[in-house]
């Protein structure tokens, strides 16, 4: 059985680091596709990537070993991604006055096309939705989980997820989007 | 039946947290209910589509650039060099860090060493350090029945970020409270020890008791005067209040 990840941070800290391996091997594609999600570019998800392994190293000493280490991780992914997201110019919003028939036929996407109209999408929100959609459907954290990852109570994670997936049902019907 | 009910039943229903009762409920709702049903719908069907959307691999080498900036722990400075290999770009990027860093730590190093501010940019607990280089007003020292420590305000051109470092004998709230015209908040940085934080429009509540600190940054929208006032409060009973006031940015 493979150890879990506390056992792994403290051997890790303890000069073993194999440990470390097998945690950027276990959180190396959750990382990075979390962090794409969050930003939509391959290479700005690759840094941010690189940035949250290197926090984690250098910070294991103040890891609190009474919280789960993914959440952790995460927390660092999704703050990584914001701090980024805040120093980027803002992507154009969505043109209202545009029809969706307008917009060329979405509708019946797969595969590749699909993801990369959800993801542009998903890109409209504002980053505190993006990242609730991001963990809940994209990652299948629970809501536990995401609370402690955002360090927000339950109730408001419900209220953010409920709250962002109706905006994000209203873009995707205004862009013409649904999967075949 | 409110709609509050069967939207949060529907989102649970997608969630699976509902129990059996409650997706009996939900069954016998969008049955009788046009809008409810018409609601789930909607609902299955965003959910469905983002299930269609599939994660991607992680670029090769990216592990290996990762461990080649990292040194190993035996042998680790305080600062392990980062390779980053991906983007041509990318060195000129860590180059202008560095010396931006650089600048600042000449800038800020000798007004954080005068004033012995419990700042550390290296400081971290799941959330990155904001860069300080803006002007900051004296730090403001509380000391209380039930809690003391510091509080202290730093105005940047374009954000104000506010530090606190906190000692609570009895669960406590801290409550921020700024003017939301005149600025927005934009995060929450260097958290340390065990509290919750909430924050809605003008106001950041920090709920917690022990040794805890933090950061938290707001966005100036308007570079007149403004303040932040810090109350303390038990069980809902004003204990104390502190104000801090910014100065006017030419």
């Known amino acids: ?180 | 039946m409110t709609t509050e009910r069967y939207i949060e039943l529907i989102h649970g229903e997608i969630d699976g947290v509902n129990t059996p009762a409650e997706s009996a409920e939900l069954q016998k709702i969008v049955r009788d209910d046009g809008a409810a049903r018409e609601f789930q719908e909607h609902m299955q069907q965003l959910a469905g589509t983002l299930d269609l959307v599939d994660d991607v691999e992680a670029p090769e080498g990216l592990r290996e650039s990762i461990r080649a900036g990292i040194v190993p722990r035996a042998a680790a400075s305080p600062h392990p060099i980062r390779q980053r290999v991906f983007s041509p770009a990318a060195g000129f990027r860590l180059a202008a860090a560095l010396a931006a860093g650089l600048i600042l730590g000449l800038l800020a190093g000798p007004w954080v060493f005068d004033h012995e501010v419990a700042w550390n940019p290296t400081d971290f607990a799941g959330s990155m350090t904001p860069p300080v280089n803006g002007s900051a007003v004296p730090q403001l020292r509380f000391d209380r029945d039930l809690v003391s420590g510091t509080v202290q305000l730093v105005e940047e051109e374009d954000r104000i970020l506010v530090t606190f470092d906190v000692s609570a004998r009895a669960p406590m709230d801290l409550i921020f409270d700024y003017d939301f015209e005149k600025s927005i908040f934009k995060g929450f940085f260097r958290r340390e020890g065990a509290f919750d934080a909430d924050t809605r429009e003008g106001r950041f509540v920090v709920s917690g008791s022990g040794e805890f600190a933090g950061t938290l940054a707001l966005e100036r929208t308007d570079p007149s005067e403004t303040t932040v006032t810090l109350e303390y409060r038990r069980d809902g009973e004003l204990l104390g209040t502190e104000v801090l006031r910014t100065g006017t940015l030419e």
């Not at chain 1, 051997?11 to 276990?26: H, I, P, T, V």
């Not at chain 1, 959180?27 to 596709?33: G, L, Q, S, W």
């Not at chain 1, 929100?125 to 360090?151: A, N």
């Open chain 1, 1 to 180: 059985m493979s150890p879990d990840d506390e056992t792994l941070v403290r051997r890790c800290l303890e000069g073993d680091d194999q440990a470390f391996d097998e945690l950027l091997e276990r959180y190396e594609r959750k990382v990075f596709n979390g962090a794409l999600r969050m930003v939509n570019s391959r290479e700005d998800a690759l840094d941010i990537t690189q940035n949250v392994f290197l926090k984690v190293y250098q910070n294991l000493e103040r890891f609190n070993a009474r919280y789960k280490f993914f959440s952790w991780i995460y927390r660092i992914m999704v703050n990584e991604s914001i701090n980024f997201l805040n120093k980027r110019k803002p992507v154009d919003p969505v043109d209202e006055s545009l029809p969706s028939s307008q917009r060329g036929p979405l509708e019946s996407l797969r595969g590749v096309e699909l993801s990369e109209a959800v993801q542009d999408t998903l890109m409209q929100l504002k980053p505190d939705y993006r990242t609730i959609i991001v963990l809940r459907h994209f990652h299948g954290h629970s809501y536990r989980e995401m609370g402690e990852i955002l360090e927000i109570r339950e109730e408001m994670v419900k209220s953010r997820l409920f709250s962002g997936r109706k905006m994000l049902r209203d873009l995707m019907v205004r862009r013409g989007i649904h999967s075949s």
